[in-house]
């Protein structure tokens, strides 16, 4: 069974970033964005990617009952300066 990272916010510039490296070096990639700010375009094509909220806690729960997931790098976040000073 393969190990992966799971990379949040993995449809943004930083995340996908990181993707497109951690791939480059050998590891499997897992995605999970809910597109909000990110976009599609940016995912690597060799990666799996799941359209999903990461407060989602069922349908993150699933991903990591599906796969064997090593390591987690956390890059989802809200862009907006004004909404995060209002919804911290």
Do not use: C, W
């Not at 992966?4 to 497109?20: D, K, N, P, R, V």
């Not at 964005?33 to 799996?48: M, Q, V």
């Not at 806690?57 to 390591?71: G, L």
């Amino acid at each position: 069974m393969k190990n992966y990272i799971l990379i949040t916010g993995g449809a943004g510039y930083i995340g996908s970033q990181f993707a497109h490296d951690a791939l480059d070096a050998g590891y499997n990639i897992l995605i999970v964005d809910n597109l909000s700010t990110g976009n599609k375009k940016l995912i690597p094509k060799k990666s799996i990617f799941f359209k999903a909220d990461i407060s989602d806690e069922r349908k993150i729960k699933k991903i990591f009952n599906v796969y064997r997931i090593n390591s987690v790098v956390h890059f989802a976040a809200s862009i907006s300066v004004s909404e995060s000073m209002k919804l911290p």
